[in-house]
């Protein structure tokens, strides 16, 4: 059974870190591309960052661009996702997704992709 489990969602102060985890089991996604996507309140499913496995390449939302950073963990199968500098409007609930490795514009695209965790909720507020 293919998994994605998030974890280490939170509240924090603006200017604030948290560093998301997806943990990844059921099959190997080292041939994969692991995303991040957000979703605030009455908002569309936005792209974050992803990663392809095998080759460590990553491509970024400019809007996190300099602020967060993706990585992945081969012995733990886990993908993370570093935020610094974080911003009242990165409130959302962050999900990761993993598919084949495909262009950017369909790795920027959240329904491309296969399989989905189930969401951690970041606020950021004071």
């Known amino acids: 059974q293919v998994q994605l489990v998030e974890s280490g969602g939170g509240l924090v102060q603006p200017g604030g870190s948290l560093r998301l985890a997806c943990a990844t089991s059921?099959?190997?996604?080292?041939?994969?591309?692991v995303g991040w996507f957000r979703q605030a309140p009455g908002k569309e499913r936005e792209f974050v960052a992803t990663v392809i496995w095998s080759i460590g390449s990553t491509y970024y939302a400019d809007s996190v661009k300099g602020r967060f950073t993706i990585s992945r963990d081969n012995a733990r199968n886990t993908v993370y996702l570093q935020m610094n500098s974080l911003k009242p409007e990165d409130t959302a609930v962050y999900y990761c997704?993993?598919?084949?490795?495909?262009?950017?514009?369909?790795?920027?695209?959240?329904?491309?992709?296969?399989?989905w965790g189930q969401g951690t909720q970041v606020t950021v507020s004071s």
């Open positions: 997704a993993a598919r084949r490795p495909g262009t950017i514009e369909v790795l920027a695209t959240y329904y491309n992709y296969n399989y």
């Open positions: 059921g099959r190997t996604f080292m041939n994969y591309a």
